[in-house]
T-cell receptor, first 114, second 112 residues
Framework: NAGVTQTPKFQVLKTGQSMTLQCAQD?????MSWYRQDPGMGLRLIHY???????DQGEVPNGYNVSRSTTEDFPLRLLSAAPSQTSVYFC?????????????FGPGTRLTVT | EDKVVQSPLSLVVHEGDTVTLNCSYE??????LLWYKQEKKAPTFLFML????IEKKSGRLSSILDKKELFSILNITATQTGDSAVYLC????????????FGGGTRLMVKP
């Protein structure tokens, strides 16, 4: 199993540009999510999905869009990048359902917006 | 508003010392509390605690949850330089028990 994979590892954008961060998992997890981590802070939830075709907003969704057309993939789109979106982005996945499950994290994408 | 608070913010110790990291929480629909270790990359899972009073142990690390007082502690005994990292506490919430709310982390530095 590759686990949770993210691409790219690093990205530099100019203000106003758009881009998509890719996330894929091969563990057949229903639940996938995106977090951002700013320097010296914990992770904050951007968007999440409990299955293909179902997405919802987390704590900090503004400026980001997601879609979930397959179980494996959960891309994060930045519509018009702003310097405030400079951060490290982590994708995570887990099983879903009645019992709590640990979440597995991808290696992260470091994004700088100038 | 759901809140997870970790203390201390940072800690410097010497090899062989024992440390205790704290995590308190105020959330709706608590399902479980998780500890992660982060070393300049993705968080790696340490423990999941769902029931009060049951200690989870892995080598020199151990953790316990108190659901009445709404806190958890993570103990590391006989610290080593390889324990240097940010330790993150997160609470699993939501009907399906999937959403994680994170604390700000405790940065631990272990000096030789």
């Amino acid at each position: 199993n590759a686990g949770v994979t993210q691409t790219p590892k690093f990205q530099v954008l100019k203000t106003g540009q758009s881009m998509t961060l890719q996330c894929a998992q091969d563990m057949n997890h229903e639940y996938m999510s995106w977090y951002r981590q700013d320097p010296g802070m914990g992770l904050r939830l951007i968007h999440y999905s409990v299955g293909a075709g179902i997405t919802d907003q987390g704590e900090v969704p503004n400026g980001y869009n997601v879609s979930r057309s397959t179980t494996e993939d959960f891309p994060l789109r930045l519509l018009s990048a702003a310097p405030s979106q400079t951060s490290v982005y982590f994708c995570a996945s887990s099983y879903s359902g009645g019992s709590p499950y640990e979440q597995y994290f991808g290696p992260g994408t470091r994004l700088t917006v100038t | 508003e759901d809140k997870v608070v970790q203390s201390p913010l940072s800690l410097v110790v010497h090899e062989g010392d024992t440390v205790t990291l704290n995590c308190s929480y105020e959330v709706t629909n608590f399902r479980s509390l998780l500890w992660y270790k982060q070393e300049k990359k993705a968080p790696t899972f340490l423990f999941m605690l769902t029931s009060s009073g049951i200690e989870k142990k892995s080598g020199r690390l151990s953790s316990i949850l108190d659901k009445k007082e709404l806190f958890s502690i993570l103990n590391i005994t006989a610290t080593q330089t390889g324990d240097s990292a940010v330790y993150l506490c997160a609470v699993l919430i939501g009907e399906a028990g999937n959403m994680l709310t994170f604390g700000g982390g405790t940065r631990l530095m272990v000096k030789p």
